[in-house]
């Protein structure tokens, strides 16, 4: 199918093709917001569909209550299956839609890493989502020890620690930024090993695309992992401009080596990431799934990030220079060989399916 290259790829606000960044800082995820739109050129041709659309059946119940007496503001705790989420936010249908994700969302992470199971399943998976910055800073200062000054500088979205995270609303973009932080405290109750940080933010941007369906039980999330917008324009502009970073360094790699950078190179770090967590799901006619499937499993029982697992061995820290040699003993080739084909399925992406990424 022909691909009509856009005369110029630009930000702007359009909220039909809004991109979103994430950076860490040690377990830090700061939002920010950017809309990305593509600039008419005449040409309606397309390429097919990309992926398909997933969620639950039906709608999760939800439970609405009153906080306990020294929870701030207008507190309230929605509780589900798997979930308490403690929020400021009123509004019935956004409340809901809170829920919704998280429940919908561990059902998508699964189809990630299907053999793992939540440790401590008795104790709920806690979240904060606050109607305000102001009461989300009150809420961080007091619950957030020394590192609070660094999570403060948070202007829009959240932050996750351990197996919790804390956000904001900004808008229907909370949404996506409570999947792509779900996804971290989901790795964080269930992964007893490391997962290297430049996949953890690679996987969680898969679940930022998402959209709402009316079932008899009411609207349910349903996610595309193969479609980002926000994604893919990203890469695109990175190709373009020449500041993709080489694969040896990406893989070593953690948001804070790039938060200080240019935001054009903080973009880029995130949409390789992205790029490369697809290449490892779907990438080659689905060629490393098998490979991936094998580390993801090892990682969660602890074996460690050695690239010869030993069952047993818990790895809780991680050591940036282990990476190269685990990538390369899961997927049984070298990274150079493997950054030959991670580099066309990037061009791939931010070529030929740019255009079908607004095939909805």
Aim: hydrophobic share 40%; with cysteine.
């Amino acid at each position: 199918m022909a691909f009509c290259k856009p005369s110029k790829i630009t930000t702007g606000q359009n909220e039909a093709g809004s991109g979103r960044v994430f950076m860490t800082v040690r377990s830090l995820c700061l939002w920010l917001f950017a809309a990305c739109v593509v600039a008419a050129t005449g040409c309606s041709e397309s390429g097919p569909m990309l992926g398909s659309w997933s969620g639950p059946a039906a709608a999760s119940p939800v439970k609405v209550e009153t906080a306990a007496p020294n929870e701030p503001g207008t507190m309230r705790v929605l509780r589900t299956t798997n979930y308490r989420i403690h929020t400021t936010i009123t509004d019935e249908e956004m409340l809901d839609r809170l829920a919704q994700t998280l429940e919908g969302g561990l059902t998508q992470y699964r189809r990630i890493v299907p053999d793992v199971v939540l440790r401590t399943t008795d104790r709920p998976l806690e979240a904060y989502v606050f109607a305000t910055r102001a009461e989300w800073a009150d809420f961080t200062s007091r619950n957030t020890g020394a590192d609070a000054s660094v999570y403060l500088q948070i202007n829009r979205g959240g932050y996750t620690i351990r197996d919790w995270f804390a956000g904001f609303w900004i808008g229907d973009g909370t949404y996506s930024m409570v999947a792509h932080e779900g996804w971290h405290q989901f790795i964080g109750r269930t992964f007893i090993g490391r997962l290297p940080p430049f996949l953890d933010e690679g996987f969680a941007c898969m679940f930022e695309n998402l959209r709402w369906e009316p079932t008899r039980t009411g609207e349910v999330p349903r996610w595309n992992l193969s479609q980002n917008k926000g994604r893919t324009l990203a890469l695109r502009n990175a190709v373009d401009d020449h500041k993709t970073f080489p694969l040896p360094d990406l893989v070593s790699m953690h948001a804070g080596d790039v938060i200080y950078m240019p935001p054009d190179r903080v973009e880029a770090f995130y949409a390789q990431n992205w790029a490369f967590a697809r290449f490892l799901w779907e990438g080659e006619g689905g060629k490393h799934r098998a490979a991936l499937a094998s580390m993801l499993k090892d990682l969660a029982a602890g074996f460690g990030l050695s690239g010869q697992p030993r069952p047993g061995v818990s790895a809780v820290g991680w050591e940036p220079k282990s990476v190269r040699p685990m990538l390369e003993h899961y997927l049984g080739t070298s990274l150079d060989q493997l950054d030959v084909a991670y580099q066309a399925y990037v061009r791939t992406i931010a070529y030929d399916e740019l255009n079908a990424q607004w095939e909805l």
